[in-house]
């Protein structure tokens, strides 16, 4: 008990003591101070940005050197970005980004082209029927024409459209007439070779007469002059028989010939038949009970 009291009077006393010395001290005079100057940062300097300090002494609490920088440090975290991808034929951009300052760098730094192009054949002039056309390789993406590669024609394409025209000879049976066609697109002309012309028949001879069974022969000829085209043309027999002997067949061909029997004469013979039949019939069937 004793000792703790002893302990807080101790305190106090010092305390007191203090008290009387903070006046003097508060009172140091700047004029006279022999400043000792420290550093103290107001903002702290990233990587990209400047901090900003002043001084002030650590005796008298003066400052000078207000608002002077503090230099950014410079250890950015860097990354590439794309701002354009370059092609085959044009370059690229891309700039730099810090991930710690988020300040950008080196914008606009260009990336060569690839000069990887991708070539195709493009029609300069289309070919039509009667005239050909052009064309030349060049790069579908950047439309760079090839340099290796010398542009070339294409054919005509010789798919004429004909407009039938005036026919300029007319055929005959011997010889071909033309006609002079016309195409729609390119106004080329053609002479159209037409048909023969059938053929002009005179009344023509009979070359071998027909017979009762036999088949003749009519034979033309063509009356075009240079050109004796014939044509046979058969007559069909007459089929007029003819049984003079009366044997019952033709005198001529020798073909089999109907009787000429009455019509009394042809009802008897079917009438004789048929007892004929019954009597046989008769006879067949008496043998079979004798
Ligand atoms: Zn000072
Ligand atoms: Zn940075
Ligand atoms: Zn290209
Ligand atoms: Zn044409
Ligand atoms: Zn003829
Ligand atoms: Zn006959």
């Known amino acids: 008990m004793r000792k703790t009291k002893g302990f807080i009077s101790v305190i106090l006393c010092i305390a007191m003591i203090a008290l009387l010395f903070v006046p003097v001290m508060a009172e140091v005079d700047t004029e006279t101070c022999s400043h000792q100057w420290r550093w103290v940062t107001d903002v702290a300097a990233t990587c990209g940005d400047d901090g900003v300090q002043h001084q002030i002494c650590v005796l008298c609490s003066a400052t000078r050197n207000e608002n002077t920088p503090l230099p950014a440090t410079g250890n950015h975290d860097l990354e590439w970005i ?35 192009h991708t070539w195709a054949w493009v029609v300069d002039t289309a070919p039509t029927c009667g005239e050909a056309g052009s064309q030349h390789r060049e790069c579908t993406v950047c439309g760079q024409p090839d340099p290796y590669t010398a542009g070339t024609v294409i054919q005509a394409t010789g798919k004429h459209k004909w407009i039938e025209g005036d026919v300029i000879s007319e055929s005959t049976c011997i010889v071909h007439g033309q006609r002079e066609d016309t195409c729609e697109y390119c106004g080329g002309t053609r002479l159209f070779e037409l048909e023969l012309a059938e053929h002009t028949w005179d009344e023509g001879y009979v070359s071998l007469e027909p017979g009762c069974a036999e088949k003749g022969y009519m034979v033309y000829t063509c009356t075009v002059e ?40 042809t009802l008897w013979n079917i009438i004789q038949s048929v007892i004929d039949f019954f009597t046989m019939l008769y006879n067949r069937i008496a043998a079979l009970f004798s």
């Open 226 to 265: 240079g050109c004796n085209a014939q044509k046979s043309v058969v007559i069909p027999a007459t089929g007029n028989h003819v049984d003079a002997d009366g044997n019952g067949q033709c005198d001529v061909c020798g073909v089999s010939m109907p009787a000429t029997v009455s019509s009394g004469t």
């Open 82 to 116: 794309l701002d354009a991808a370059p092609t085959c034929g044009q370059t690229g951009i891309e700039h730099q980004y810090c991930n710690l300052c988020h300040h950008t760098y080196n914008e606009g730094t260009l990336i060569s082209a690839t000069g990887e």
